[in-house]
């Protein structure tokens, strides 16, 4: 079983920059395809960007396309999501989440952490 722990997140204005970042415990990342997810208030938790257990293979929802990027640093079982040119739109809480089987948007995610919040102002 995986621990899963996000930080990085904060208040930042449209236009601005954060990276977040998801530190794993308990076993090794390199089992997992990894993802985050966002949930917005109000709304349901979405999918945001994904990304395979070799890192050769990324998703993101069209939303966040062009503007977020997921990578994974294995060796130091962690995964960051860098977001640029970030709007109000995307406010949430983001989730870092591990999926045992599969990987992209439509993979079942078994492991989550506990969220961090983002909250962007216009």
């Known amino acids: 079983q995986v621990q899963l722990v996000e930080s990085g997140g904060g208040l930042v204005q449209a236009g601005g920059s954060l990276r977040l970042s998801c530190a794993a415990s308990?076993?090794?990342?390199?089992?997992?395809?990894m993802g985050w997810f966002r949930q917005a208030p109000g709304k349901e938790r979405e999918f945001a960007v994904g990304i395979g257990r070799s890192g050769l293979n990324s998703a993101y929802a069209d939303s966040v396309k062009g503007r977020f990027t997921i990578s994974r640093d294995n060796a130091k079982n962690t995964v960051y999501l860098q977001m640029n040119s970030l709007k109000p739109e995307d406010t949430a809480v983001y989730y870092c989440?591990?999926?045992?089987?599969?990987?992209?948007?439509?993979?079942?995610?078994?492991?989550w952490g506990q969220g961090t919040q983002v909250t962007v102002s216009s």
């Open positions: 308990g076993r090794t990342i390199s089992s997992y395809a």
């Open positions: 989440a591990a999926s045992v089987t599969g990987w992209g948007q439509y993979a079942q995610y078994d492991y």
